[in-house]
Each structure stands twice: as structure tokens, then as C-alpha cells.
């Protein structure tokens, strides 16, 4: 069975750093998809950084882009969200995602979401 869980969501004050982590079960990272989601009270979902086999390439939306940072560490089957000089308008539950196969480009995976998805982590920023 396949798992996500994301952690490391808190409390932060604007201008700070979070890290967010998701820990993988089931199977494994390499050859296929990753993205951090998030959603916001009364917004719809956005792709805010996804890694795809497919292209090679990570796209950021343009709201975090120069901010966050998504990276992986296969052996340990974990995904991250580096998160640095946040703003008030980051604040919301944000979801790490996966597919095993990536199949389409980063881009499509932000804009259209993943097959897996991990229960969300809420992260607060204060002004």
C-alpha cells in the first residue's frame, strides 16, 4: 500500500524558513513524480513545486519561485519542501504528492495534481 505523510508544519513568523518532509511508504522515489500542493481557506489547490523523470525539469509556481526549494533523498524515500522567506500569504495546508511513473512533465503534474497524496501539513505565517 502506498503512503505519504507529510510533516513539519508549524507556526512561523514572515521572513522566516520551514522545512517541510514526507515520508514515503510503499514504494520507491526515482523514475517517477514529486510535488508539494497546498491550499489555502477559500482558495482552490496549487501545484507549488513538482520534480517529474519525465523532463528532468522542477517547476515552482511563480508565488514561491526564488523562495522554495523541493528535493529528495531516494535512499531514504523521503521528499522536501525548503521553505525560506515566507509570507503571510503562504500560509495553508500544503500536501506532498507522488507518482510512481512520471509520465508527464513537471509543469502538467503542478497544474493537474498526482495520484498519491499525503494527509496535509498546516503551516502559519504570521506578520
Known amino acids: 500500500e502506498v503512503q505519504l505523510q507529510a510533516s513539519g508544519g508549524g507556526l512561523v513568523q514572515a521572513g522566516g524558513s520551514l522545512r517541510l518532509s514526507c515520508a514515503a511508504s510503499g514504494f520507491s522515489f526515482g523514475g517517477g513524480a514529486i510535488g508539494w500542493f497546498r491550499q489555502a481557506p477559500g482558495k482552490e489547490r496549487e501545484g507549488v513545486a513538482c520534480f517529474s523523470s519525465r523532463d528532468g525539469n522542477i517547476y515552482y509556481a511563480d508565488s514561491v519561485k526564488g523562495r522554495f526549494t523541493i528535493s529528495s533523498d531516494n535512499a531514504k524515500n523521503m521528499e522536501y519542501l525548503q521553505m525560506n522567506k515566507v509570507k503571510p500569504e503562504d500560509t495553508a495546508v500544503y500536501f506532498c504528492?507522488?507518482?510512481?511513473?512520471?509520465?508527464?512533465?513537471?509543469?502538467?503534474?503542478?497544474?493537474?495534481?498526482?495520484?498519491?497524496w499525503g494527509k496535509g501539513t498546516l503551516v502559519t505565517v504570521s506578520s
Open positions: 504528492a507522488a507518482e510512481i511513473l512520471g509520465t508527464s512533465s513537471s509543469r502538467y503534474y503542478c497544474q493537474n495534481g498526482m495520484y498519491y
